[in-house]
Protein backbone atom coordinates (compact mmCIF):
# COMPACT_ATOMS: atom_id res chain seq x y z
CA UNK A 1 0.00 0.00 0.00
CA UNK A 2 0.71 3.61 -0.62
CA UNK A 3 0.41 6.63 2.30
CA UNK A 4 0.06 9.92 0.31
CA UNK A 5 1.29 11.57 3.77
CA UNK A 6 2.81 14.67 5.17
CA UNK A 7 5.24 14.66 8.17
CA UNK A 8 3.39 17.20 9.67
CA UNK A 9 -0.26 16.45 9.09
CA UNK A 10 -1.74 14.69 12.44
CA UNK A 11 -4.42 13.50 9.85
CA UNK A 12 -2.20 11.63 8.57
CA UNK A 13 -0.53 10.42 11.47
CA UNK A 14 -3.87 8.70 12.69
CA UNK A 15 -3.54 6.44 9.92
CA UNK A 16 0.38 5.99 10.02
CA UNK A 17 -0.22 4.96 13.89
CA UNK A 18 -3.10 2.14 12.95
CA UNK A 19 -1.05 0.59 9.99
CA UNK A 20 1.51 0.46 12.78
CA UNK A 21 -0.43 -0.90 15.08
CA UNK A 22 -2.21 -3.46 12.70
CA UNK A 23 1.63 -4.55 11.53
CA UNK A 24 1.21 -3.29 7.72
CA UNK A 25 3.87 -2.67 5.65
CA UNK A 26 3.29 0.62 3.65
CA UNK A 27 5.74 2.83 1.68
CA UNK A 28 5.00 6.29 2.54
CA UNK A 29 4.47 9.24 -0.57
CA UNK A 30 5.40 12.98 0.87
CA UNK A 31 2.55 15.18 -0.95
CA UNK A 32 4.35 18.82 -0.17
CA UNK A 33 1.16 21.30 0.69
CA UNK A 34 3.03 23.92 1.48
CA UNK A 35 4.22 24.13 -2.53
CA UNK A 36 0.90 23.30 -3.51
CA UNK A 37 1.35 20.00 -4.47
CA UNK A 38 -1.91 18.64 -2.97
CA UNK A 39 -3.68 20.88 -5.13
CA UNK A 40 -2.27 19.72 -8.46
CA UNK A 41 -3.93 17.41 -11.32
CA UNK A 42 -2.26 14.08 -9.91
CA UNK A 43 -3.58 14.42 -6.87
CA UNK A 44 -7.03 15.92 -6.93
CA UNK A 45 -7.33 12.44 -9.06
CA UNK A 46 -6.64 10.85 -5.87
CA UNK A 47 -8.41 13.39 -3.55
CA UNK A 48 -11.59 15.77 -5.50
CA UNK A 49 -10.60 17.71 -2.09
CA UNK A 50 -7.02 17.93 -2.74
CA UNK A 51 -5.80 16.89 0.79
CA UNK A 52 -3.77 14.27 2.32
CA UNK A 53 -3.74 11.28 3.68
CA UNK A 54 -5.18 9.07 0.36
CA UNK A 55 -4.32 5.56 0.71
CA UNK A 56 -3.37 3.35 -2.34
CA UNK A 57 -4.49 -0.13 -1.69
CA UNK A 58 -2.82 -2.84 -3.62
CA UNK A 59 -5.38 -2.54 -6.09
CA UNK A 60 -5.07 0.89 -7.34
CA UNK A 61 -8.07 2.08 -5.83
CA UNK A 62 -7.64 5.18 -3.95
CA UNK A 63 -9.10 5.86 -0.60
CA UNK A 64 -9.09 9.66 0.73
CA UNK A 65 -10.42 10.74 4.71
CA UNK A 66 -7.94 9.94 7.39
CA UNK A 67 -11.24 8.31 9.11
CA UNK A 68 -13.15 6.96 6.32
CA UNK A 69 -9.13 4.89 6.06
CA UNK A 70 -9.07 3.97 9.55
CA UNK A 71 -12.89 2.30 9.13
CA UNK A 72 -11.35 0.55 5.90
CA UNK A 73 -8.43 -0.52 7.66
CA UNK A 74 -9.93 -1.56 10.86
CA UNK A 75 -12.29 -3.72 10.36
CA UNK A 76 -12.61 -7.03 10.99
CA UNK A 77 -9.90 -6.43 13.89
CA UNK A 78 -10.25 -5.79 17.24
CA UNK A 79 -9.94 -1.74 17.01
CA UNK A 80 -13.65 -1.36 15.63
CA UNK A 81 -16.51 -3.32 17.39
CA UNK A 82 -18.52 -5.36 14.87
CA UNK A 83 -21.70 -4.68 17.03
CA UNK A 84 -24.06 -2.01 15.86
CA UNK A 85 -24.10 0.34 19.35
CA UNK A 86 -20.48 -0.29 19.69
CA UNK A 87 -19.88 0.41 16.23
CA UNK A 88 -21.98 3.40 16.27
CA UNK A 89 -20.07 4.91 19.45
CA UNK A 90 -17.03 4.49 17.24
CA UNK A 91 -18.73 6.46 14.54
CA UNK A 92 -19.76 9.13 16.82
CA UNK A 93 -16.61 9.56 17.70
CA UNK A 94 -14.88 9.75 14.66
CA UNK A 95 -17.68 12.56 12.93
CA UNK A 96 -16.99 14.15 16.29
CA UNK A 97 -13.49 14.67 15.48
CA UNK A 98 -13.72 15.86 12.20
CA UNK A 99 -16.46 17.96 12.84
CA UNK A 100 -15.17 20.04 15.74
CA UNK A 101 -11.82 18.61 16.92
CA UNK A 102 -10.06 19.10 13.53
CA UNK A 103 -11.71 22.35 11.94
CA UNK A 104 -10.99 24.05 15.44
CA UNK A 105 -7.71 22.85 16.80
CA UNK A 106 -5.99 21.69 13.13
CA UNK A 107 -6.76 25.26 11.77
CA UNK A 108 -5.70 26.88 14.52
CA UNK A 109 -2.61 24.78 14.83
CA UNK A 110 -2.03 25.76 11.37
CA UNK A 111 -2.62 29.48 11.66
CA UNK A 112 -0.12 29.20 14.96
CA UNK A 113 2.75 27.28 13.03
CA UNK A 114 2.66 29.16 9.86
CA UNK A 115 2.53 32.42 11.34
CA UNK A 116 -0.90 33.72 10.42
CA UNK A 117 -2.34 34.38 13.30
CA UNK A 118 -1.76 38.37 13.16
CA UNK A 119 -3.32 38.70 9.80
CA UNK A 120 -6.21 36.96 10.76
CA UNK A 121 -6.95 37.24 14.69
CA UNK A 122 -10.84 37.42 14.23
CA UNK A 123 -10.60 33.67 12.28
CA UNK A 124 -7.48 32.75 14.60
CA UNK A 125 -9.85 33.19 17.19
CA UNK A 126 -13.13 31.52 15.86
CA UNK A 127 -11.38 28.90 15.33
CA UNK A 128 -9.40 28.23 18.54
CA UNK A 129 -12.74 29.03 20.09
CA UNK A 130 -14.12 25.99 18.80
CA UNK A 131 -11.52 24.07 19.45
CA UNK A 132 -11.18 24.76 22.95
CA UNK A 133 -14.88 23.83 23.09
CA UNK A 134 -14.46 20.52 20.95
CA UNK A 135 -11.74 20.04 24.29
CA UNK A 136 -14.82 20.85 26.61
CA UNK A 137 -16.98 17.94 25.19
CA UNK A 138 -14.26 15.44 24.56
CA UNK A 139 -13.89 16.25 28.60
CA UNK A 140 -17.51 15.48 29.32
CA UNK A 141 -18.10 12.70 27.39
CA UNK A 142 -14.90 10.57 27.75
CA UNK A 143 -15.43 6.96 29.49
CA UNK A 144 -12.82 5.21 31.26
CA UNK A 145 -11.01 3.65 29.66
CA UNK A 146 -11.36 4.53 26.14
CA UNK A 147 -13.78 6.78 24.24
CA UNK A 148 -16.07 4.29 22.85
CA UNK A 149 -15.63 1.87 26.20
CA UNK A 150 -13.67 -0.80 27.14
CA UNK A 151 -11.60 -0.96 24.09
CA UNK A 152 -8.91 0.55 22.29
CA UNK A 153 -10.32 1.80 18.57
CA UNK A 154 -9.82 3.46 16.16
CA UNK A 155 -12.27 6.66 17.59
CA UNK A 156 -9.30 7.13 19.92
CA UNK A 157 -6.75 6.93 17.32
CA UNK A 158 -8.71 9.65 15.53
CA UNK A 159 -8.94 11.64 18.53
CA UNK A 160 -5.51 11.29 19.63
CA UNK A 161 -4.44 13.69 16.67
CA UNK A 162 -5.13 16.57 16.86
CA UNK A 163 -5.85 16.70 20.65
CA UNK A 164 -2.21 15.84 21.76
CA UNK A 165 -0.93 18.89 19.89
CA UNK A 166 -3.66 21.05 21.02
CA UNK A 167 -1.14 23.58 22.86
CA UNK A 168 0.39 24.07 19.46
CA UNK A 169 -2.71 25.52 18.14
CA UNK A 170 -3.46 27.63 21.65
CA UNK A 171 -4.98 25.13 23.37
CA UNK A 172 -3.89 23.72 26.18
CA UNK A 173 -5.10 19.55 27.00
CA UNK A 174 -3.30 19.70 30.77
CA UNK A 175 -5.95 21.68 31.56
CA UNK A 176 -8.42 18.38 31.02
CA UNK A 177 -7.79 15.81 33.45
CA UNK A 178 -9.96 12.99 31.92
CA UNK A 179 -8.38 13.80 28.43
CA UNK A 180 -4.46 14.01 30.04
CA UNK A 181 -4.99 10.42 31.66
CA UNK A 182 -6.59 9.41 28.45
CA UNK A 183 -3.88 10.29 26.26
CA UNK A 184 -1.44 8.19 28.19
CA UNK A 185 -3.12 5.44 28.02
CA UNK A 186 -3.68 5.63 24.17
CA UNK A 187 0.14 5.72 24.12
CA UNK A 188 0.74 2.86 26.43
CA UNK A 189 -1.45 1.03 23.36
CA UNK A 190 0.78 -1.88 22.27
CA UNK A 191 2.56 -0.79 18.99
CA UNK A 192 1.46 3.03 19.20
CA UNK A 193 4.30 5.26 17.74
CA UNK A 194 4.12 9.62 17.65
CA UNK A 195 6.25 10.30 14.73
CA UNK A 196 4.50 13.68 14.18
CA UNK A 197 6.45 16.24 12.64
CA UNK A 198 6.85 20.02 13.55
CA UNK A 199 5.50 22.43 10.92
CA UNK A 200 8.76 24.47 9.56
CA UNK A 201 7.30 25.87 6.34
CA UNK A 202 6.14 30.00 6.93
CA UNK A 203 3.88 32.35 5.45
CA UNK A 204 6.00 35.02 5.06
CA UNK B 1 -37.87 6.29 18.29
CA UNK B 2 -37.62 10.00 19.59
CA UNK B 3 -35.64 12.02 17.61
CA UNK B 4 -33.89 15.16 19.26
CA UNK B 5 -34.45 18.18 16.83
CA UNK B 6 -34.63 21.20 15.17
CA UNK B 7 -36.67 21.90 12.46
CA UNK B 8 -33.80 24.57 10.74
CA UNK B 9 -31.20 22.39 11.31
CA UNK B 10 -29.95 20.63 7.65
CA UNK B 11 -28.07 18.06 10.30
CA UNK B 12 -31.55 17.24 11.69
CA UNK B 13 -33.02 17.14 8.20
CA UNK B 14 -30.64 14.22 7.37
CA UNK B 15 -32.17 12.14 9.69
CA UNK B 16 -35.63 12.92 8.99
CA UNK B 17 -34.85 12.38 5.33
CA UNK B 18 -33.36 8.79 5.86
CA UNK B 19 -36.26 7.92 8.34
CA UNK B 20 -39.11 8.50 6.27
CA UNK B 21 -37.27 6.79 3.28
CA UNK B 22 -36.90 3.61 5.36
CA UNK B 23 -40.71 3.77 6.61
CA UNK B 24 -39.71 4.11 10.40
CA UNK B 25 -42.06 6.35 12.67
CA UNK B 26 -40.49 8.34 15.10
CA UNK B 27 -41.53 10.95 17.43
CA UNK B 28 -39.77 14.62 17.32
CA UNK B 29 -38.80 16.62 20.50
CA UNK B 30 -37.49 19.53 19.66
CA UNK B 31 -34.10 21.24 21.60
CA UNK B 32 -34.22 24.79 21.03
CA UNK B 33 -30.82 25.68 20.32
CA UNK B 34 -31.56 29.59 20.27
CA UNK B 35 -32.54 29.40 23.98
CA UNK B 36 -29.69 27.63 24.93
CA UNK B 37 -31.79 24.34 25.63
CA UNK B 38 -28.90 21.93 23.98
CA UNK B 39 -26.15 23.81 26.30
CA UNK B 40 -28.78 22.31 29.36
CA UNK B 41 -27.81 19.65 31.93
CA UNK B 42 -30.82 17.16 30.51
CA UNK B 43 -29.62 17.70 26.22
CA UNK B 44 -25.72 17.19 27.45
CA UNK B 45 -26.52 14.03 29.11
CA UNK B 46 -27.64 12.67 25.50
CA UNK B 47 -24.94 14.45 23.56
CA UNK B 48 -22.05 15.75 25.37
CA UNK B 49 -20.99 18.16 22.79
CA UNK B 50 -24.29 19.58 23.41
CA UNK B 51 -26.22 19.26 19.83
CA UNK B 52 -28.84 18.07 17.73
CA UNK B 53 -29.54 15.65 15.98
CA UNK B 54 -29.48 12.97 18.72
CA UNK B 55 -31.54 9.76 18.35
CA UNK B 56 -32.98 7.79 21.22
CA UNK B 57 -33.70 4.38 19.99
CA UNK B 58 -36.52 2.09 22.28
CA UNK B 59 -33.61 0.89 23.97
CA UNK B 60 -33.36 3.79 25.81
CA UNK B 61 -29.69 4.48 24.38
CA UNK B 62 -29.01 7.54 23.22
CA UNK B 63 -26.45 8.34 19.92
CA UNK B 64 -25.75 11.98 18.27
CA UNK B 65 -23.55 12.95 15.27
CA UNK B 66 -26.10 12.56 12.25
CA UNK B 67 -23.52 10.89 10.31
CA UNK B 68 -23.14 8.60 12.88
CA UNK B 69 -27.27 7.80 13.07
CA UNK B 70 -27.23 7.55 9.55
CA UNK B 71 -24.67 4.94 9.46
CA UNK B 72 -26.71 2.97 12.40
CA UNK B 73 -30.25 3.46 10.60
CA UNK B 74 -28.99 2.36 7.27
CA UNK B 75 -26.97 -0.75 8.30
CA UNK B 76 -29.00 -3.82 6.36
CA UNK B 77 -30.83 -1.65 3.83
CA UNK B 78 -29.83 -0.62 0.08
CA UNK B 79 -28.61 2.85 1.51
CA UNK B 80 -25.52 1.74 2.97
CA UNK B 81 -23.21 -0.86 0.41
CA UNK B 82 -21.83 -3.86 2.30
CA UNK B 83 -19.02 -4.35 0.25
CA UNK B 84 -16.03 -2.67 1.56
CA UNK B 85 -14.57 -0.53 -0.84
CA UNK B 86 -18.57 0.44 -2.14
CA UNK B 87 -18.98 1.27 1.96
CA UNK B 88 -15.35 3.26 2.10
CA UNK B 89 -16.63 5.35 -0.95
CA UNK B 90 -19.74 6.46 1.22
CA UNK B 91 -17.54 6.98 4.60
CA UNK B 92 -15.05 9.12 2.76
CA UNK B 93 -18.01 11.70 1.76
CA UNK B 94 -19.67 11.25 4.89
CA UNK B 95 -16.49 12.78 6.51
CA UNK B 96 -15.75 15.43 4.08
CA UNK B 97 -19.10 16.71 4.50
CA UNK B 98 -18.65 16.58 8.20
CA UNK B 99 -15.17 18.15 7.91
CA UNK B 100 -15.31 20.53 4.88
CA UNK B 101 -18.93 21.42 3.71
CA UNK B 102 -20.74 21.59 7.40
CA UNK B 103 -17.95 23.61 9.40
CA UNK B 104 -18.36 25.98 5.91
CA UNK B 105 -21.94 26.09 4.85
CA UNK B 106 -23.57 25.19 8.00
CA UNK B 107 -21.90 27.95 10.22
CA UNK B 108 -22.00 30.27 7.05
CA UNK B 109 -25.46 29.94 7.01
CA UNK B 110 -26.18 29.93 10.68
CA UNK B 111 -24.19 33.60 10.49
CA UNK B 112 -26.09 34.83 7.60
CA UNK B 113 -29.73 34.10 9.13
CA UNK B 114 -29.48 34.53 12.61
CA UNK B 115 -27.68 38.66 11.48
CA UNK B 116 -23.92 37.90 12.62
CA UNK B 117 -22.31 38.55 9.30
CA UNK B 118 -21.40 42.36 9.90
CA UNK B 119 -20.24 41.52 13.53
CA UNK B 120 -17.38 39.54 12.09
CA UNK B 121 -16.97 39.66 8.82
CA UNK B 122 -13.58 37.92 8.66
CA UNK B 123 -15.09 34.83 10.29
CA UNK B 124 -18.16 34.62 7.71
CA UNK B 125 -15.33 35.13 5.13
CA UNK B 126 -13.13 32.68 6.54
CA UNK B 127 -16.52 29.84 6.83
CA UNK B 128 -18.15 30.85 3.46
CA UNK B 129 -14.58 30.40 1.61
CA UNK B 130 -14.26 26.85 3.20
CA UNK B 131 -17.95 25.94 2.14
CA UNK B 132 -17.04 27.18 -1.61
CA UNK B 133 -13.80 25.81 -2.09
CA UNK B 134 -16.18 22.46 -0.81
CA UNK B 135 -18.22 22.85 -3.25
CA UNK B 136 -15.74 22.82 -6.13
CA UNK B 137 -14.59 19.99 -4.45
CA UNK B 138 -17.96 18.23 -4.81
CA UNK B 139 -18.35 19.29 -8.18
CA UNK B 140 -14.89 17.55 -8.99
CA UNK B 141 -15.59 14.00 -7.57
CA UNK B 142 -19.12 13.66 -7.61
CA UNK B 143 -19.80 10.61 -10.62
CA UNK B 144 -23.18 10.20 -12.03
CA UNK B 145 -25.28 9.34 -10.41
CA UNK B 146 -24.59 9.41 -6.84
CA UNK B 147 -21.40 10.61 -5.32
CA UNK B 148 -20.64 6.86 -4.03
CA UNK B 149 -21.52 5.32 -7.31
CA UNK B 150 -24.65 3.28 -8.65
CA UNK B 151 -26.61 4.26 -6.19
CA UNK B 152 -28.01 6.03 -3.65
CA UNK B 153 -26.61 5.85 -0.20
CA UNK B 154 -26.59 8.09 2.81
CA UNK B 155 -23.90 9.78 1.47
CA UNK B 156 -25.68 11.58 -0.87
CA UNK B 157 -28.56 12.46 2.05
CA UNK B 158 -25.84 13.39 4.35
CA UNK B 159 -24.64 16.25 1.46
CA UNK B 160 -27.84 16.72 0.12
CA UNK B 161 -28.46 18.73 4.27
CA UNK B 162 -26.25 21.98 3.55
CA UNK B 163 -25.73 21.67 0.19
CA UNK B 164 -29.09 22.41 -1.28
CA UNK B 165 -29.43 25.30 1.06
CA UNK B 166 -26.21 26.78 0.00
CA UNK B 167 -27.44 30.22 -0.98
CA UNK B 168 -29.14 30.81 2.69
CA UNK B 169 -24.57 30.41 3.23
CA UNK B 170 -23.71 33.07 0.38
CA UNK B 171 -22.61 30.20 -2.12
CA UNK B 172 -24.51 29.17 -5.06
CA UNK B 173 -25.19 25.60 -6.00
CA UNK B 174 -26.82 26.48 -9.13
CA UNK B 175 -23.12 27.56 -10.42
CA UNK B 176 -21.89 23.69 -10.30
CA UNK B 177 -23.71 21.71 -13.44
CA UNK B 178 -23.12 18.66 -11.75
CA UNK B 179 -23.95 19.72 -8.41
CA UNK B 180 -27.26 20.82 -9.69
CA UNK B 181 -28.47 17.63 -11.91
CA UNK B 182 -27.39 15.45 -8.29
CA UNK B 183 -29.61 17.64 -6.29
CA UNK B 184 -32.41 16.80 -8.59
CA UNK B 185 -31.44 13.00 -8.42
CA UNK B 186 -31.79 12.88 -5.29
CA UNK B 187 -34.94 15.04 -4.48
CA UNK B 188 -36.43 11.91 -6.77
CA UNK B 189 -35.62 9.48 -5.02
CA UNK B 190 -38.65 7.13 -3.36
CA UNK B 191 -40.29 9.15 0.31
CA UNK B 192 -37.89 11.91 -0.29
CA UNK B 193 -39.10 14.63 2.21
CA UNK B 194 -37.50 18.46 2.72
CA UNK B 195 -38.74 19.33 5.43
CA UNK B 196 -36.46 22.55 6.46
CA UNK B 197 -37.96 25.68 7.99
CA UNK B 198 -36.03 28.73 7.59
CA UNK B 199 -34.51 30.21 11.02
CA UNK B 200 -36.46 32.81 12.40
CA UNK B 201 -34.25 33.64 15.52
CA UNK B 202 -31.90 37.03 14.58
CA UNK B 203 -28.81 37.80 16.90
CA UNK B 204 -30.13 41.34 18.32
Redesign the interface.
Known sequence: MILYDHPASANCLKVRILLRQLGLSFERVTVDLFSGETRRPEH?ARN???RVPVLE?DSG?V???????L??LA?GTPFLPSA??ER?RV??W???E???V??GLAVARFMALVGRVGK?P??FA?RLRQGRR?LE??E??LVDPFVAGASYTVADTALYGYVHCASEAGAEPSEYPRITAWLGRVEATPGFVNDLEPITWTDS
Open positions: LPDGLDLPESAAILYEPLAHQLFFQNQEPHEVDSSLRG
